[in-house]
């Protein structure tokens, strides 16, 4: 049977004990409800598993008692980073969810002309937030014990300026336009970056930059998709190609 899995953001001490607080404690205690002497797997975001068992519960935090560090195995060996147009409500859920199960190690949200989102400092914050919370509900679920990093929502300049020209990496664009798909991009070195983009799709000035900044545009099949369709499959696809799928 497969035990349950956990995540504490500060690395816990091998052979010691953690403490689990909050709505991951309440999860435990109340959802799942597991008590005093159950095993659990603790993970703490960088590597690191940890198999467990529960010595005390209280309200609103769970004492785990914690045996050997081991490295997770799980971890693809594809450097694979995805550049989202931030889409409404669940759908960017569901693409943060999806993605960190096909083994992204970072997500950059990225708000474009055509996004329907607009967020001010304190809604990206709150969403980053958010979003974190998803991907460590997705790494729980699906046996990763390295955390992507979720970059703060930024707009697709900000984030072509900081990519500036780079080398090493292998750039891909997911274009309905492009007369090429995935089959033809050049062997990766192990480093992959994806620029899907929203709703609306990216504007000519937006896509004319990605190609200026080193992006391969390419198609997938004769069917236009929806962006979370299109980065789910654009992963999956890659992942099978270079990574371990």
Same mark, same amino acid.
């Given at each position: 049977?497969?035990?349950?899995?956990?995540?504490?953001?500060?690395?816990?001490?091998?052979?010691?004990?953690?403490?689990?607080?909050?709505?991951?404690?309440?999860?435990?205690?109340?959802?799942?409800?597991?008590?005093?002497?159950?095993?659990?797997?603790?993970?703490?975001?960088?590597?690191?598993?940890?198999?467990?068992?529960?010595?005390?519960?209280?309200?609103?935090?769970?004492?785990?008692?914690?045996?050997?560090?081991?490295?997770?195995?799980?971890?693809?060996?594809?450097?694979?980073?995805?550049?989202?147009?931030?889409?409404?409500?669940?759908?960017?859920?569901?693409?943060?969810?999806?993605?960190?199960?096909?083994?992204?190690?970072?997500?950059?949200?990225?708000?474009?002309?055509?996004?329907?989102?607009?967020?001010?400092?304190?809604?990206?914050?709150?969403?980053?937030?958010?979003?974190?919370?998803?991907?460590?509900?997705?790494?729980?679920?699906?046996?990763?014990?390295?955390?992507?990093?979720?970059?703060?929502?930024?707009?697709?300049?900000?984030?072509? +300026? *900081? &990519?500036?020209?780079? /080398? $090493?990496?292998?750039? !891909? %664009?997911?274009? #309905?336009?492009?007369?090429?798909?995935? +089959? *033809? &991009?050049?062997?990766? /070195? $192990?480093?992959?970056? !994806? %620029?899907?983009? #929203?709703?609306?799709?990216?504007?000519? +000035?937006?896509?004319?930059?990605?190609?200026?900044?080193?992006?391969?545009?390419?198609?997938?099949?004769?069917?236009?998709?929806?962006?979370?369709?299109?980065?789910?499959?654009?992963?999956?696809?890659?992942?099978?190609?270079?990574?371990?799928?």
């Amino acid at each position: 049977m497969r035990l349950t899995r956990i995540h504490v953001s500060a690395p816990p001490q091998a052979g010691g004990a953690c403490t689990v607080r909050g709505e991951a404690a309440n999860h435990l205690a109340r959802v799942l409800r597991l008590g005093v002497g159950d095993a659990l797997e603790v993970f703490d975001g960088e590597g690191g598993e940890y198999r467990g068992r529960i010595e005390a519960m209280r309200k609103g935090e769970v004492q785990v008692a914690l045996g050997p560090r081991h490295e997770g195995c799980t971890e693809s060996p594809l450097q694979l980073t995805l550049a989202q147009g931030i889409s409404r409500g669940e759908r960017m859920d569901w693409v943060v969810q999806k993605a960190v199960e096909l083994g992204v190690t970072r997500i950059v949200p990225v708000l474009t002309e055509r996004s329907v989102v607009r967020l001010d400092a304190e809604q990206a914050r709150s969403k980053q937030r958010h979003w974190h919370g998803v991907a460590v509900a997705a790494c729980e679920q699906s046996g990763r014990s390295r955390l992507p990093h979720i970059d703060l929502p930024q707009p697709l300049s900000m984030f072509f +300026a *900081a &990519l500036g020209a780079g /080398a $090493g990496a292998l750039r !891909v %664009l997911a274009n #309905p336009q492009a007369h090429t798909g995935l +089959a *033809a &991009l050049p062997p990766s /070195a $192990g480093d992959v970056l !994806v %620029l899907i983009g #929203p709703e609306g799709g990216l504007a000519a +000035a937006e896509s004319h930059a990605a190609l200026e900044h080193g992006f391969l545009p390419v198609r997938l099949g004769p069917r236009v998709l929806r962006t979370e369709t299109a980065a789910v499959a654009v992963l999956a696809l890659l992942q099978q190609r270079f990574g371990d799928l």
